[in-house]
C-alpha cells in the first residue's frame, strides 16, 4: 500500500463547477499538508499549506483535512479553464527531514 | 522576489552518458531538495540539503548520482552513467527552513536514449 493514493483521473467538469480532489494516506506522523497545481511541462507551484486538521480557504481554493478518516480534500470553486493542470497532495511529519511524499496527482480539465 | 532557477530546461543524452544539473535556490533559503518525478508520478525526493550539509539522501541512487552544494547556496546533481530509467523531470525545489514550505523550479526534462 501506497503512502499516499491519488486517483489520477482524468476529471473532466464545465466551467463554473465545483471541483473536489482527494487524497488518503496511511501515515498517521503526517501532520502538514499541502495541495501543488502543476502545468504541462512546468513546476509544481503551491497552493495550499496547511497544519493539523481543518479547514483553510484562499480565493476560489478550499483545502480539508480529517485526521481521523485520513484524507485530505482540495475543492475549487467557479473552476475556469485555467485551472486545467495536474493536482498534488503531498504530506510530510513534523519531525525527522519533514520529507514531502507526494501523490501521483490528478488531472483536472475544465471545459469551456 | 526571483524564484528557483534551473538549468538546464532540456536535456538529451545516450546511455552510459553523464550529465549533470544545475539549481539556484530562493534567496535566504537554507534548506534545498532535488526530486525525481517520472512520467504520471508525483516527485521523489532524491536528496536534501541544510546549508551545505545533506540531511536525507537515502532515496539517491549512490551509485551513478551525485550532488552537491558546496557554498549551501546553488547546486549541482550529476547523474554518472546514465541509464534508460533516468528519463525523467529533475526538480529542485527550496524552503526558508526545514519544515517550511517548499518552493520547485521549472525542472529539467531529461531523456535517456
New interface residues.
Given amino acids: 500500500q501506497k503512502e499516499?493514493e491519488?486517483d489520477?483521473g482524468p476529471l473532466s467538469v464545465p466551467e463554473g463547477a465545483i471541483v473536489s480532489l482527494n487524497c488518503t494516506y496511511s501515515n498517521s506522523a503526517f501532520q502538514?499538508f499541502?495541495w501543488?497545481r502543476q502545468y504541462s511541462?512546468?513546476?509544481?507551484?503551491?497552493l495550499m499549506?496547511t497544519y493539523s486538521s481543518g479547514n483553510k480557504e484562499d480565493g476560489r481554493f478550499t483545502a480539508q483535512v480529517d485526521k481521523s478518516s485520513k484524507y485530505i480534500s482540495l475543492f475549487i470553486r467557479d473552476s475556469q479553464p485555467s485551472d486545467s493542470a495536474t493536482y498534488?497532495c503531498?504530506m510530510?511529519a513534523?519531525s525527522g527531514?519533514?520529507?514531502?511524499i507526494?501523490?501521483?496527482?490528478t488531472r483536472l480539465k475544465v471545459l469551456a | 522576489e526571483a524564484g528557483v532557477a534551473q538549468s538546464p530546461r532540456y536535456k538529451i543524452i545516450e546511455k552510459r552518458q553523464s550529465v549533470a544539473f544545475w539549481c539556484n535556490p530562493i534567496s535566504g533559503h537554507a534548506t534545498l531538495y532535488w526530486y525525481q518525478q517520472i512520467l504520471g508520478q508525483g516527485p521523489k525526493l532524491l536528496i536534501q540539503f541544510q546549508n551545505n550539509g545533506v540531511v536525507d539522501d537515502s532515496q539517491l541512487p549512490k551509485d551513478r548520482f551525485s550532488a552537491e552544494r558546496l557554498k549551501g547556496v546553488d547546486s549541482t546533481l550529476k547523474i554518472q552513467p546514465a541509464k534508460l530509467e533516468d528519463s525523467a523531470v529533475y526538480l529542485c525545489a527550496s524552503s526558508l527552513v526545514e519544515g517550511a514550505e517548499q518552493y520547485f523550479g521549472p525542472g529539467t526534462r531529461l531523456t535517456v536514449t
Fill in positions: 499516499v491519488q489520477p502538514y499541502m501543488y511541462r512546468k513546476g509544481p507551484e503551491l499549506y498534488l503531498a510530510s513534523t527531514t519533514y520529507k514531502y507526494f501523490g501521483t496527482g
